[in-house]
Structures are given as C-alpha cells and as structure tokens.
C-alpha cells in the first residue's frame, strides 16, 4: 500500500493532498531511510531545507488548517535522544522510564492531543537518524534496564505502511532482552499487523474510547471494533497487550459509556490475555492547554473549567476520584488488581 493511501482521509477536495509536499533536510538527502519514505510518495513535490524547524517553527502558522493538509518533514534529531517519562504519564512500576521522539504530529485529529499545545505546527516530523536513538538506548542499557515508550508524540503504528519504524523497533529489541518497548496507537490496519513478529518485550498498546467519544472528538481515528478486532490479530501473533482507557473524558453520560465499553472490550478480547490496563482521567500542562483552547475554541472538550493543580490541569480531586473509582470497580470485573495501572495525580 502506497503511503498516500492511508492519508487520503486528511485532505479536503480544496485543499492539496496530505504530504504533497515533503521538505527534507540537505544533510539526510540521500540517507537510505529517507530513500525508502519517498518512494512511498512518488508523485509529491520534494524541497530541500536546512533544518526542519525552518518549516517546522515559523511563525503565524495556521494549526487547524495545516492538520488539514499537511506536509512532511524529514530531518535529523541531533539531540536529546530519551527524555524521562513526563509526570502526566504512567510509568506501569518500570524504575527507567523514558520516552523517544522519532516523530512529531500525528495523521489523526483528536480534539484533546497535547501536541497542538506542544507544537507551533500541524506538519508532521519524522527523524531518519534511527541508529542514533538505538545507540543512545544501548548507552542507557549499559547502566540499568530501560522502559521504552516509542509513540508518543505521534502514532507510530498508524505511519508503519511508509516508516516501517515498528519493524526497526521490533528486530532491535529482539536483540536487546533487557529493553521494553511500548508502542501506543489508536491505528487499525490488519494488513500491516500481520507483517510484524512478535518480541515478548515489546508491548503493543491500544487506546479504546466509546464511539460516540471517537466520532465526537478523536477524528480520523478507526472505531473501536476496528481497534479490537487488531488486539485479537496480535493477540493471536503472540504480542503482549495493554489497553489503555486513558483518556477518560467527562461527558454528560461519561458512567454508562465507559461501563459500556469495557463491557463491548471484553466481549471481544478474553481478559486473561491481556497483559495489563491503564485507566486515566483527561490531564494536561496548564501551557499546553492555553494554546490548545485558542486552537479550538468551540470545542467542549478543551473548554472544560480545569482546576489547575500546579501547573497540570484536570477536573479536580472529587471528580477525578469519582471517575476513577467507578473505571476501577467496572474493570476489576475482568481484571485482577495487579494488571490495573491507574493515573491519580
Ligand atoms: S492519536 Fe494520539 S497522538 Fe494522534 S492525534 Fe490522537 S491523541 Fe494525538
């Protein structure tokens, strides 16, 4: 499948097509991972730039307007590799936990994403350097094992068909046993799933909402049947799988869609084989959010009257704690207490 393909949903009629552009920096022209994602995208018009943050951080950028019609940049990452895992994000008991950025942006759209907070533009980044992130992960194996997360800032899985980065990802920690890997996506796309081999140490991980949550809010994005019927594939494969239930957003029925979508999960997916679950309440930096309202301005989502915790904004202790309370008692239903990963704050 040609990269185009899966991106056609991105672009309006009136607009160029998603990654009719791709800027590319001088220095990695002819890197053999830059070679491969063009030839995934054989008709877009190539632009050689110096660095990717010429594009990628001008200023007066129109953020929903790119996210239509979005254009690709390839670069080089020169530093910072691994960062410490955030404190908004759960680290399931690893002691080094550490997250990578090889991307940044995401080809869906969900109201809520931290990275239009994050980010000055819609575009979407990708770093061909990938040996310099494998090096610095074998530089931090050297001192302790390392817990991995991977798709972060972008979703890796749903970009495989052009990055091939997941099948990087995979051979590199079959080499390494003392890594763990986590791999986050909302993607469904059998056909790519099918082409991967399972590693015991790398952990692919689903975000499942309700459907009325997907279509409201996380745009593009596959439903949750899509999402489940990717778990049995790789499930079948012999992939350890996490679900994560986070966000979990407030709405005016947010109890019965939750109760109802643990209920459709594990109707689908046998609970014993689940490798563990994550539930946590929407959370977000009080700098991310201020930028993400002016992004949306009409959307309930973002708009919500956050507390703001030192600089972390939710939905304050008592309803966070009752959220959290009734996530837990509907899931304890099928899972034991120690597969449970809840985010408190
Ligand atoms: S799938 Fe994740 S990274 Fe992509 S837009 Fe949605 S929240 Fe952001």
Same mark, same amino acid.
């Given at each position: ?22 800027? %590319? ?11 491969? %994602?063009?030839?995934?995208?054989? %008709? ?94 074998? #530089? ?16 890796? &899985? ?24 986590? %791999? ?11 082409? &991967? ?16 949550? #997907? ?80 992004? #949306? ?42 597969? &449970? ?5």
């Amino acid at each position: 499948m040609k990269g185009k393909n899966i991106l056609k949903h991105l672009s309006s009629d009136l607009l160029n097509p998603a990654f009719s552009h791709i800027y %590319i920096e001088k220095a990695i022209l002819d890197h053999p991972i830059t070679t491969r %994602i063009l030839s995934r995208f054989p %008709i877009s018009r190539q632009v050689e730039i110096a660095h990717y943050k010429d594009v990628f951080c001008r200023s007066r950028q129109n953020y929903s307007l790119q996210k239509k019609s979005p254009s690709l940049i390839l670069a080089e990452k020169k530093e910072h590799w691994l960062y410490e895992g955030a404190a908004v994000c759960q680290d399931f008991g690893y002691r080094h936990f550490y997250y990578a950025s090889l991307a940044m942006n995401c080809i869906y759209d969900c109201e809520y994403c931290y990275l239009q907070g994050m980010h000055p533009s819609a575009h979407i980044v990708v770093f061909v350097n990938l040996k310099d992130f494998f090096s610095a992960v074998e #530089r931090e194996l050297k001192k302790h094992p390392v817990y991995l997360c991977i798709s972060y800032d972008t979703d890796l &899985l749903a970009m495989e068909a052009f990055l091939g980065y997941v099948k990087e990802w995979l051979s590199f920690a079959g080499r390494h046993p003392e890594l763990v890997l986590e %791999i986050r996506t909302k993607s469904a796309n059998p056909k790519i799933l099918n082409t &991967l081999n399972p590693q015991e140490n790398v952990i692919l991980a689903w975000t499942l909402s309700p459907d009325s949550i #997907r279509e409201k809010f996380e745009h593009h994005t596959p439903s949750l049947e899509q999402r489940l019927h990717c778990i049995q594939i790789v499930l079948e494969k012999g992939f350890p799988v996490r679900i994560c239930f986070d966000p979990l957003l407030y709405t005016k029925n947010w109890a019965f869609l939750f109760q109802e979508l643990v209920e459709t999960t594990f109707r689908m997916i046998p609970s014993h084989r689940i490798k563990d679950a994550s539930v946590g309440v929407f959370r977000i930096t009080q700098a991310y959010l201020k930028r993400l309202r002016k992004q #949306r301005p009409n959307s309930a989502v973002v708009q919500y009257p956050f507390i703001n915790d030192s600089g972390v904004c939710h939905y304050g202790h008592e309803l966070t704690e009752r959220m959290i309370s009734f996530a837990f008692e509907q899931l304890r239903k099928y899972l034991p207490e120690d597969k &449970l990963f809840i985010w408190k704050g």
